[in-house]
């Protein structure tokens, strides 16, 4: 693993070529350069400039760079990073052929669908370690592995072996290589991405529905740096604040992998992503802030930064700068702990981080009330930590947080889907203050409202009621499988892809005239989406009118549907 924390910036996000139709080119990779050189002299911390996907030939086995793309190869990328004290890092496949041509030294590696390298027969793995050399030898110190197929193997050895016997040669195969690798290059870091779980569970990353189990070996980290737990998406809780969504995705995922024995310092979270493509849902900078404050408060020490860096202007990058410097040496004492509840449960939660001086504790309420979690002050040291001497340091605009001790010990108390930072003993200090996240508003107040959802046809379920007379009304619902796990529904990718909101919807009819709802999740998500959320505003309405609420899918494989309701209050 890594000896400290580190920044590393990956350019995936600025442009998408999954998820989207934006590709990479030299000069958008060099455009990020320099917004990564801008901000790093405001502050922020970013240590390495990561390629993602895409920079290579499909005929170049990971030693030529892409043309028309890259005219004159990654020379003029590299330097620059060199010049400014920055290390580059290349993506690559750990072994299956992704917009690749074979090359002739893996031609005796391939599967019977050459698709993918077996690691531990062939000339497949010498010939890509010692591509990974070669960039080494020109200053490239991070490479980060995905797309891997632990099940490859060549078409006599697929008749002769057990699946279970392959993917253990190939498991062994990568780790001594890498270990070998890494004697020799001391200075490299690997990030390991996806195909790393075990296969008799697919999805695993998919969603937050699965109960816990220990779905991938913590020993991988013998190997790799880091692991990832899972591109940012939205959670299997439904959510008004579609951005808290993702929050509680990652949350969870780390919660996860920890689960499975993964220390935090060792889960690479990939939180933080802003930017103009379908990979990010075309976020922009939308909720930033909390997404920022809990990618590091998750306490992983490959601390990654995708997207544009463009969007982050020089008012942004003072504060950016400023969150890094409270939670990074937080980070690197190597005393931060989850508690609470589990995220994809709608259970609040959170981060503690201590030191000698006090703590720092990151909590999250993913659920549609108000609620209240108790802090764990006995992880902090005993002195300076009353509640007498905490401050809230952050939180989202609307309700207000409150901290104070019950007859249950200290607890803070959060409105619906609301975040929040809280310093105590030496981290209670108004020199910390983080201020409010204003585009995320939590409303004031919320309560549940008693409602029959009856089914109404295939796919559909409906309900009525004679809702509050002012305020909004709140409406959720949710679909699952036969099996009663998360049901998620996608519509495909930008820019051809079909919003959720044509695919999940809510309707509301107060004497047969539809009433506007309100809704954030209409976007095309290319991770799917297994709940819709949406408000109405009750001004306005006929007063004790009835209104009728229907909430419906076109997903066939739906099984079931449930929905709530709740009158909330916005100040």
Not at 109 to 119: D, E, F, G, H, Q
Not at 455 to 475: F, K, N, Q, S
Request: hydrophobic share 40%; with cysteine; glycine share 10%.
């Amino acid at each position: 693993m890594l000896s400290q924390p580190v920044a590393i910036y990956i350019n995936w996000a600025s442009y998408d070529e999954l998820s989207d139709n934006v590709e990479l080119t030299e000069a958008l990779a060099l455009q990020q350069l320099d917004e990564m050189i801008r901000l790093r002299a405001r502050g922020v911390r970013l240590d390495y400039y990561l390629m993602d996907a895409f920079w290579y030939a499909p005929d170049g086995a990971y030693r030529l760079w892409r043309k028309p793309h890259w005219p004159e190869g990654p020379d003029r990328w590299l330097a620059r990073c060199i010049e400014h004290g920055i290390k580059p890092g290349l993506w690559v496949t750990t072994n299956t052929l992704c917009k690749l041509d074979p090359h002739p030294a893996w031609r005796d590696s391939l599967n019977a669908s050459n698709s993918a390298c077996c690691l531990f027969s062939g000339g497949y793995l010498a010939h890509f370690l010692e591509s990974l050399h070669l960039w080494y030898e020109r200053g490239v110190r991070l490479f980060k592995f995905d797309f891997t197929d632990l099940g490859a193997a060549t078409p006599e050895l697929a008749r002769t072996m057990l699946p279970s016997q392959i993917r253990a040669m190939n498991i062994a195969a990568l780790s001594a290589g890498l270990k070998q690798f890494r004697l020799k290059h001391p200075e490299v870091v690997f990030l390991g991405y996806n195909g790393f779980d075990e296969p008799s569970t697919p999805g695993l990353q998919s969603g937050t529905s699965l109960p816990f189990r220990k779905l991938i070996d913590p020993a991988w980290l013998e190997a790799f740096d880091a692991m990832y737990c899972g591109d940012p998406r939205p959670a299997d809780v439904p959510a008004m604040n579609f951005w808290r969504s993702k929050d509680v995705y990652s949350d969870h995922m780390v919660r996860f992998y920890e689960q499975a024995g993964y220390p935090l310092a060792g889960i690479d979270n990939s939180g933080f992503m802003v930017g103009v493509t379908g990979t990010c849902y075309h976020r922009g900078t939308a909720a930033w802030q909390g997404m920022l404050l809990l990618s590091l408060a998750r306490a992983g020490w490959a601390n990654t930064y995708y997207g544009n860096l463009d969007l982050i202007d020089d008012e942004k990058a003072a504060w950016f700068a400023r969150a890094q410097q409270l939670f990074f040496p937080l980070q690197a004492r190597g005393r931060t702990s989850t508690f609470g509840g589990t995220p994809g449960l709608a259970e609040p939660y959170g981060f503690a981080a201590a030191d000698n001086q006090g703590a720092v504790f990151t909590v999250v309420n993913p659920s549609q009330n108000v609620a209240s979690l108790a802090i764990p002050l006995d992880r902090a040291p005993a002195g300076g930590t009353s509640p007498a001497q905490s401050r809230l340091l952050f939180a989202d605009a609307g309700f207000k947080p409150t901290i104070q001790t019950t007859a249950h010990g200290t607890q803070v108390t959060l409105g619906p889907e609301q975040m929040a930072v809280i310093g105590i003993g030496a981290y209670a200090s108004e020199s910390l203050d983080l201020g409010t996240q204003l585009d995320s508003p939590i409303p004031a107040a919320s309560q549940p409202l008693a409602a029959m959802f009856n089914h109404d046809g295939a796919g559909a379920i409906t309900a009525e009621i004679v809702p509050p007379a002012d305020g909004l009304l709140r409406i959720l619902f949710r679909q699952t499988d036969a099996a009663g796990f998360a049901k998620r529904t996608s519509g495909g990718s930008p820019p051809k892809g079909v919003g959720l909101g044509k695919l999940l919807t809510i309707t509301v009819t107060q004497d047969g005239k539809a009433v506007p709802v309100a809704i954030n999740y209409d976007k095309a998500i290319w991770s799917g989406l297994s709940w819709a959320a949406g408000e109405i505003k009750l001004t306005g309405l006929r007063a004790g009118g009835p209104v009728r609420i229907r909430c419906a899918t076109t997903d066939a494989g739906a099984a079931s549907l449930t929905g709530s309701l709740h009158h909330v209050r916005y100040e």
